[in-house]
Each structure stands twice: as structure tokens, then as C-alpha cells.
């Protein structure tokens, strides 16, 4: 394979994985909320609480990957 085409399969694949991490802690931030509400009885307010918490760290690990692919 020619070098361009190794360096432009590397960059889809990074940025795929950027999208597959914002889905998957969202999911995972969303689950927990579920579990601790239904556990607790406080729905929704921890099921709100611990999906916005997933969004950010989704959003967090977009920001670090960036920088990643950037330098």
C-alpha cells in the first residue's frame, strides 16, 4: 500500500473511534443513571444527571483525541 493510502486508513479509523467513544459514554452514563434511579427511586433526576455527565466526557474525549491527530 502506498503511504498515503496507510496515513489516510489510519485517519478514518481514528476518526471513527472519536465517534464510537461519544456514543458509547453517553450509553454508558445513560445506563448508570437508569441502574442508581430505579435502585434509589429518584427517577429521573439521576438518570438526567449521569447522561449529561456522559455527554461531557464524551465531549472530553473528542477534544483529547483531537489534539492527538493534531500534533
Not at 59 to 70: H, L
Amino acid at each position: 500500500m502506498e503511504k498515503e493510502t496507510k496515513g489516510l486508513i489510519g485517519q478514518l479509523g481514528k476518526l471513527s473511534a472519536i465517534g464510537i467513544q461519544m456514543v458509547v459514554s453517553t450509553f454508558v452514563g445513560l445506563g448508570i443513571g437508569l441502574y442508581l434511579d430505579d435502585k434509589f427511586e429518584t427517577s429521573p433526576w439521576l438518570t438526567i444527571f449521569f447522561l449529561i455527565m456522559g455527554i461531557a466526557a464524551g465531549f472530553k474525549n473528542i477534544f483529547s483525541a483531537i489534539k492527538k491527530i493534531d500534533h
